[in-house]
T-cell receptor
């Protein structure tokens, strides 16, 4: 099955700096890569995603890049703010079965943004 | 946000007892999942169900059981065979559109064995 590795496990930055979280995946058939943000005490929520036919996608201060050949994808947050502090999870969509796919998550990165 | 409800939010269990965690969704999603979240371990898949009356083991299914008798409901039973059941449990449902699978999570149940 799919295996997703995520690094680093914790990341501390100063407000205004950029943050980068990296993930690798093992299943070359995976073609969809979402990122989830989990604030303290809350449920994970989708913040951005990318498909394998796209190399980069941006949404305001966040962007995701994908290198399908190397099987890795990254989340980039620019101009970080204290409210960006949370745990971030990457995920990969497994091989579709009868129109359905399962998601395999990385272990998460705790991002701490200091004022 | 909303649409998938877990109950209770906090649950205490004595060792040796089975306990069932509830998960209900009104999003009309076919697929539902149970994840366990431990510090530093991320989200680990316990069981998933892609359709009513069918479910599959995830990576850490030992000591857990599920049922999927209705599309809206996917209860998880933590049995006494689970060696380390104290954890935060997240239920999710998902929809796949044009190859994109988006998961929606419940608020979670924190289970503590006392």
């Amino acid at each position: 099955g799919e295996n997703v590795e995520q690094h680093p496990s914790t990341l501390s930055v100063q407000e205004g700096d950029s943050a980068v979280i990296k993930c690798t995946y093992s299943d070359s058939a995976s073609n969809y890569f979402p990122w989830y943000k989990q604030e303290l005490g809350k449920r994970p929520q989708l913040i951005i995603d990318i498909r394998s036919n796209v190399g980069e996608k941006k949404d305001q201060r966040i962007a995701v890049t994908l290198n399908k050949t190397a099987k890795h994808f990254s989340l980039h947050i620019t101009e970080t703010q204290p409210e960006d502090s949370a745990v971030y999870f990457c995920a990969a969509s497994g091989t579709p079965f009868a129109g359905y796919s399962t998601l395999t998550f990385g272990k998460g990165t705790m991002l701490l943004v200091s004022p | 946000d909303g649409g998938i409800t877990q109950s209770p939010k906090y649950l205490f269990r004595k060792e040796g007892q089975n306990v069932t965690l509830s998960c209900e969704q009104n999003l009309n999603h076919d697929a539902m999942y149970w994840y366990r979240q431990d510090p530093g371990q991320g989200l680990r898949l316990i069981y998933y169900s892609q359709i009513v009356n069918d479910f599959q083991k995830g990576d850490i299914a030992e000591g857990y059981s599920v049922s999927r008798e209705k599309k809206e409901s996917f209860p998880l039973t933590v049995t006494s065979a689970q060696k380390n059941p104290t954890a935060f449990y997240l239920c999710a449902s998902s929809v796949t559109r044009q190859g994109n699978t988006e998961a929606f999570f419940g608020q979670g149940t924190r289970l503590t064995v006392v």
